[in-house]
Structures are given as structure tokens and as C-alpha cells.
């Protein structure tokens, strides 16, 4: 697709892929071996449905969504954080067969453009954001048993405009 960006410059130069054994190229959004799915199709999304409940039926309490910006390809978009992107987040988080109560969807990858708009929706798709820079830093500060790591990075991220971290509410004793 003209235009689309790749993630993984320092290891990919295509966004295309040849498969031998199906004689054909197929599209992926990062590394070459992670085939994109298609999830304009039913039969995909019900599938990722049951991979879903198939952990939560583990009692897995939360799943982080990794790529989400990237579910969905249109012609003439830039192919990221497309509106069905946003329609099938919400399906997932009010559907009892794919999200059962009560169960967490991480999303990764906020957008840091649209903040204003995915912090009003958050409360519709899903319950938190990863802010990807910061949760490393954590464990460095943890390391070093200083602060200084964390603030740092919140510092830059308030340069950047990266969304943050949207903490859980406390729970009863």
C-alpha cells in the first residue's frame, strides 16, 4: 500500500513479503516473519475472539493490544488509527463473549496526536494506555532505588506530547 510507513527500518525495507510455498506476496506492518490478518473479516475476528476467551477462561485478567493503530488497511489512508480501529475496540470491551467482566484491555501505541480524543474514549475502548518509554524506566528506577529515571522520561514525554499512563483506580480493602 503506497505510502504506509515501515515500522522497522533497521530490519525490514518492505512492507511486502514473498511466501514460497503459496507463490505469492503477503503484507505486514512490521517484521516479515508477523503476516498482517485481515480483520475486515468476520471469520478473523471471531477467531481472535476465541483467542481471547480462551485465556480469560485461564483466569488471564488482562490483555495488552499490541499494533492496534494497524488493524485495519484502507486504500488512500495512511492506514493508521482508522475509524473501524476504534469500532472494534469498542465491540471487544462491551461484548461479554470476546471481554468478560470483569477483565482489562491494555492498549499499546497511543497516538499522541489525537490525546485529547483517546482519553474521551478511553472510558469506551480500552481501560488503559501504555506509555512504552516509561515502563522500562521503571525498573531502572527500581534498580537504582531513585526517581530520577521516571521523571526524566515523563520530562521528555511532556516534550513529545506521549500520552500517559492511565492508572487503575484503588481498590477496596
Known sequence: MAGDRIIFTDTETSN???DPVAGQFYWHRFFSHQPD???D?????RAVENLMRFWYDRQVDGLRLDAIPYLFERDGTNNENLPETHTLLRQWRHS?????RPRVLGRGEPVARRRRRL???GRQECHMAYHFPLMPRMFV???QEGRHPIVDILADARNTAQLPVVPLPPQPR
Not at 461479554?96 to 468478560?100: S, V
Open 16 to 18: 511486502w513479503a514473498w
Open 37 to 39: 490478518l485481515n480483520f
Open 41 to 45: 473479516s468476520p471469520r478473523t475476528r
Open 96 to 100: 461479554p463473549r470476546a471481554l468478560p
Open 119 to 121: 482519553l474521551r474514549r
Open 141 to 143: 528506577a527500581l534498580r
